[in-house]
């Protein structure tokens, strides 16, 4: 991803358009060995993790969308993990955290997918980091600085094989599970893009403890924990898409049986934050 570019949005357009949904850009995708605890600290207690050797294939998708339903804007997803269910034994990925700097397609998550999107602010701290803030009201947290890397290829004088061969792909998750989608969802994305091999970017990020009897922000703050323990997890993998096409359609209700709010809580699960230095 070189350079990737900070959109500047404007919030105030509304939402307007039918599915599929479409989005086009740009990306990084980087795959990351999470820890088997940490991921289940995160998941519903229904789904059964999909892990080797204590880990699970989680990592993170930054995104510069240039063309939405909702215009211009940023995009960081925070993968927990690979999960399946007894019901459906297919294996698809969790998010743990959304960030977007776009209300719109904020609320648009969080009502169609039942995602946990966040409004963030991404801004340029230098020419290739990317300085990540979520926005809660007046109140804004530092959360990560991604170090965007050289591609290991040396660019190739022919731009169309510079940006590596063209690749149809389906990235399917689960979601759900929220306050506003109770139910349990399944999705795919349909993508179309340039495909090429990069050096993994570098994570730093700290989140200082509060101790506080506050139940709700007590949460709050134990989903960034989580969110922080896998983007500092142990890359393995980084991808670097251009030309992105992505197509998502609307999501189909694989349970409506919500779980009890205890259930879907692990507070007994102790957190292991790494670091990728």
């Not at 980091?129 to 022919?158: C, F, W």
């Amino acid at each position: 991803m070189k350079g990737m570019e900070i959109m500047q949005t404007n919030c105030s357009s509304g939402y307007a358009g039918k599915p599929p949904w479409i989005f086009k850009g740009s990306a990084l995708y980087q795959f990351h060995l999470v820890k088997a605890e940490v991921a289940r600290a995160i998941i519903p207690k229904e789904f059964k993790l999909v892990e080797t050797f204590g880990y699970t294939a989680g990592g993170f998708y930054l995104a510069n969308y240039t063309e939405s339903p909702f215009g211009p804007f940023n995009e960081l997803v925070t993968i927990a993990g690979i999960v399946r269910t007894t019901r459906m034994p297919t294996s698809h990925a969790w998010a743990a955290s959304v960030y977007v700097n776009n209300d719109n397609a904020c609320m648009h998550g969080r009502k169609e997918f039942g995602i946990p999107s966040q409004v963030a602010t991404f801004s340029k701290v230098e020419s290739q980091m990317i300085h990540v803030a979520e926005n809660d009201g007046p109140v804004t947290t530092s959360l990560y600085d991604i170090r965007l890397q050289p591609p290991i290829l040396k660019m190739n004088p022919l731009k169309w094989m510079a940006l590596g061969p063209t690749v149809k792909m389906s990235l399917p998750g689960y979601s759900g599970r929220t306050e506003h989608v109770p139910q349990l969802l399944k999705y795919t994305c349909q993508i179309e893009c340039r495909v090429k091999p990069t050096s993994p970017a570098r994570i730093s990020g700290s989140l200082g403890r509060i101790d506080t009897e506050n139940e709700e922000l007590n949460e709050c703050l134990k989903k960034r924990e989580m969110g922080m323990s896998v983007m500092l997890s142990k890359p393995i993998l980084a991808l670097e898409f251009n030309c992105l096409k992505m197509e998502v359609h609307r999501p189909v209700v694989v349970s409506d049986h919500p779980l009890e709010p205890k259930q879907n809580r692990q507070s007994d699960t102790k957190m292991a934050t790494g670091s990728n230095n």
